[in-house]
């Protein structure tokens, strides 16, 4: 790598850590080349100190969003970490005492994770409907535009557009368009989609029964993990609980949180 290469890198690390928290450690040159690879392309744009450059100078919001874009990790799933979504319906809901539900799915990507909760959520209704009489609303954020355009559509296709769904969820949630599967609209009805940064600023969102948090809080620096753990904490209702991805420890919130574990989950109660 040339001395121009590496300087261009460590200014995009700077800039992605500024801008979403996210830090790019080094040894992910190869990552960065293939994702930026045609967004560069297209904008004509020769290497990473132009592209940084332009960055910096705020030239452009358009190129700052497609960067965010190309540089957030989205990779999701259908009921990612099923042992959550059973801890959930078994231990979590019956025991909000709400009667309107507010889940908040921080850091949706492209929905995968909103619209297997509204499904859980949907389940665990059928059992008995009169358990939450306000219904489940849940708000699905993230920081990618075009992850939560995707989300928006609810439209899924290719080979792995059902991964982690079986075939009776598949069959009574989604409708077929040849290889795609659309959500169905009583699925879609409860989610609300918004843009928003977990590591930007003080935007309020309203308190919530259940925030699903997983596989993000890990990307940010310590300092910076610190500072959104505790602004979770507040969105949390007192007695609310927060899912974090697998290895995503809430360290140094032992006077606010409590580990409740269930299924093989482990999940954490606002005291
Ligand atoms: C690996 S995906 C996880 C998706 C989902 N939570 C799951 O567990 O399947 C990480 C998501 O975090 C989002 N993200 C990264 N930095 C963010 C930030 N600062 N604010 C909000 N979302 C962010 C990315 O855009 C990406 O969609």
């Known amino acids: 790598m040339s001395s121009q290469d590496v300087a261009g890198y460590l200014a995009l690390q700077r800039f992605l850590e500024g801008a979403a928290g996210i830090v790019l450690g080094p040894g992910n040159e190869h990552l960065v080349a293939s994702r930026l690879a045609s967004l560069m392309r297209e904008q004509r744009i020769s290497d990473l100190r132009e592209l940084t450059r332009m960055l910096e100078a705020r030239a452009s919001p358009r190129l700052r969003t497609a960067v965010i874009d190309a540089m957030t990790m989205g990779d999701?799933?259908?009921?990612?970490?099923?042992?959550?979504y059973r801890m959930l319906v078994d231990d979590v809901l019956p025991a909000v005492s709400a009667s309107r539900v507010r889940i908040w799915s921080a850091a949706c990507s492209t929905g995968q994770e909103p619209y297997s909760l509204s499904i859980a959520a949907q389940e665990y209704?059928?059992?008995?409907?009169?358990?939450?009489?306000?219904?489940?609303?849940?708000l699905a954020t993230d920081i990618a535009q075009a992850a939560l355009d995707e989300a928006r559509r609810g439209v899924y296709c290719g080979a792995?557009?059902?991964r982690g769904l079986s075939d009776e969820r598949r069959q009574r949630y989604f409708t077929a368009q040849g290889d795609c599967l659309s959500v169905r609209n009583e699925i879609r009805q409860r989610v609300l989609f918004r843009q928003f940064n977990l590591t930007g600023g003080i935007q309020v969102l309203g308190q919530f029964d259940?925030?699903?948090?997983?596989?993000?809080?890990?990307?940010?620096?310590?300092?910076?993990?610190?500072?959104?753990?505790?602004?979770?904490?507040q969105a949390l209702k007192p007695g609310g609980f927060l899912?974090?991805?697998?290895?995503?420890?809430?360290?140094?919130?032992?006077?606010?949180?409590?580990?409740?574990?269930?299924?093989?989950?482990?999940?954490?109660?606002?005291?």
């Open 210 to 233: 259940v925030i699903f948090c997983r596989h993000v809080v890990g990307y940010f620096a310590t300092e910076r993990r610190r500072e959104v753990l505790g602004r979770l904490i």
């Open 125 to 138: 209704l059928l059992g008995d409907p009169a358990r939450l009489p306000g219904g489940v609303e849940i």
């Open 76 to 84: 999701t799933a259908w009921f990612r970490e099923p042992a959550h």
């Open 243 to 271: 899912f974090l991805g697998p290895g995503e420890v809430p360290d140094g919130f032992a006077a606010d949180l409590e580990e409740r574990t269930a299924h093989g989950a482990t999940a954490y109660r606002r005291r």
């Open 160 to 162: 792995l557009a059902g």
